[in-house]
T-cell receptor
Framework: GENVEQHPSTLSVQEGDSAVIKCTYSDSASNYFPWYKQELGKGPQLIIDIRSNVGEKKDQRIAVTLNKTAKHFSLHITETQPEDSAVYFC?????????????FGSGTRLSIRP | DADVTQTPRNRITKTGKRIMLECSQTKGHDRMYWYRQDPGLGLRLIYY???????NKGEISDGYSVSRQAQAKFSLSLESAIPNQTALYFC?????????????FGPGTRLLVL
């Protein structure tokens, strides 16, 4: 089955700097890669996703990149702000089929230093 | 997300007790999920349901059972709680759209088994 590894487990960056979180997956059939943000006391919320036919996607200060050959995908946050402090989860899914499920990484706790 | 609610939000119970965690959604989604979150382990799928009367085991279903009472309700039961079931539990929903699906999470239930 699919296995998703996420690094680092914790990340502290200065406000205004960039943050990068990296994930690898094992199932070459995976074709959908969402990223979720979990704020304190809340459930995870989708912030951006990427599909296998795209190499990069941007949404304001957030970008995701996908390297299907290497089975790597990454989340990039630029110009970090205090409200970016949260736990971030990557995930992978084969999608489409009725049996598809999302497999999550172990999470990265991002702290933004003022 | 207020569209997915979980009760209770916090629960303390004793070893051997039976407890039920409830999830309700007003999003009209077909699919519902129960996840468990432990520090450093991310989100692990316990059970999922793609429709009323459809129940499927996830990766860590032992010691748990579920009931899909209606499209909007999905309950998780611990028949005889044990301390290693202490965790944060999340319910999630998604809509079968024929492609990759966004999952919408509830606020979570924090369970402590003494």
């Amino acid at each position: 089955g699919e296995n998703v590894e996420q690094h680092p487990s914790t990340l502290s960056v200065q406000e205004g700097d960039s943050a990068v979180i990296k994930c690898t997956y094992s199932d070459s059939a995976s074709n959908y890669f969402p990223w979720y943000k979990q704020e304190l006391g809340k459930g995870p919320q989708l912030i951006i996703d990427i599909r296998s036919n795209v190499g990069e996607k941007k949404d304001q200060r957030i970008a995701v990149t996908l390297n299907k050959t290497a089975k790597h995908f990454s989340l990039h946050i630029t110009e970090t702000q205090p409200e970016d402090s949260a736990v971030y989860f990557c995930a992978a899914s084969t999608g489409y089929s009725s049996a598809s499920k999302i497999i999550f990484g172990s999470g990265t706790r991002l702290s933004i230093r003022p | 997300d207020a569209d997915v609610t979980q009760t209770p939000r916090n629960r303390i119970t004793k070893t051997g007790k039976r407890i039920m965690l409830e999830c309700s959604q007003t999003k009209g989604h077909d699919r519902m999920y129960w996840y468990r979150q432990d520090p450093g382990l991310g989100l692990r799928l316990i059970y999922y349901s793609f429709d009323v009367k459809d129940i499927n085991k996830g990766e860590i279903s032992d010691g748990y059972s579920v009931s899909r009472q209606a499209q909007a309700k999905f309950s998780l039961s611990l028949e005889s709680a044990i301390p290693n079931q202490t965790a944060l539990y999340f319910c999630a929903t998604s809509q079968n759209s024929g492609s990759q699906e966004t999952q919408y999470f509830g606020p979570g239930t924090r369970l402590l088994v003494l």
